[in-house]
């Protein structure tokens, strides 16, 4: 049979049920041109699974099965006049699914192909302030030694992220709770800080506030500070205090 000729590429792969699997090897052992094929193939896998750029992240495999589910499929091609297809025409017009298929199955094995700016979904919004341009840093040492709080303000994205070092968690049914100020008003909530070690963005405009502030909060927040700050960042422009 004919087709038989197609199915080199799922078999290198792996790709054929137990019935393709057993036809194609009794082909193969007659067939050199096939066995070059396979080798072929499955050389092709191999140098797929050497070009590592980097690790991908944990969320590819799952993104990657989900987005198959949403893709639509294209209207078959319906040819002007049937035309003979020889082994050679059919080798040919699946040889690019094929080697599609070989990189796919390399992909979700092992996670090892080659990674792209536009696959990355990696740089989040902490990310991205902590490394613009104009990023500006204000340190404030807490009472007592119980280590430091850093305010980092990008003007360009208006937000502010703060992150810690050396800070104990707050006491039992408590939360570091994070305030901005804009000109002329009072404090509002910027968000909770669950983890002092951990970058953490302040909800709100960062570019226009005048100073932002951490208090210790019951670990539901408040509407408005119920305790003196421990850490109050004094944001002018550029950014003043300490500043970096």
């Keep these: ?24 090897e009794e082909h193969l052992a007659e067939c050199a041109e096939c066995r070059a094929e396979v080798a072929s193939f499955r050389e092709t896998a191999a140098l797929l699974a050497e070009t590592e750029d980097s690790t ?14 949403r893709v639509r499929p294209l209207p078959p091609e319906t040819p002007p006049r049937p035309q003979p297809m020889g082994p050679t025409v059919v080798r040919r017009r699946w040889l690019p699914q094929l080697l599609a298929a ?24 902490a990310d991205q302030i ?36 050396g800070v104990a968690p707050p006491p039992d049914g408590k939360t570091y709770q994070m305030w901005l100020q804009q000109p002329g008003e009072d404090m509002v909530s910027a968000g909770l800080m669950t983890d002092a070690e951990k970058p953490t963005v302040l909800t ?13 909060e019951p670990e539901t927040g408040s509407p ?21």
């Design 130 to 165: 902590l490394q613009a341009p104009d990023a500006m840093t204000v340190t404030e040492k807490l009472p007592g030694g119980a280590g430091e709080l850093a305010l980092v303000r990008s003007a360009s994205l208006q937000r502010a992220v703060l992150v810690g070092h």
């Design 224 to 244: 408005h500070p119920t305790s003196p700050p421990i850490a109050v960042f004094p944001l002018t422009h550029p950014a003043g205090g300490g500043a970096s």
């Design 102 to 125: 070989a990189a796919a199955v390399v992909l979700l094995a092992g996670g090892i192909a080659a990674w792209h700016p536009w696959q990355d979904d990696r740089t989040t919004l």
């Design 56 to 69: 991908p992240p944990e969320s590819l495999r799952k993104g990657v099965l989900d987005r198959i589910g």
């Design 1 to 24: 049979m004919n087709h038989i000729h197609a199915l080199s590429g799922a078999y290198a792969v792996d790709a054929l049920d137990d019935s393709e699997r057993t036809e194609f």
């Design 204 to 216: 709100g405009d960062a570019a226009t506030a005048t100073a932002a502030a951490v208090s210790v």
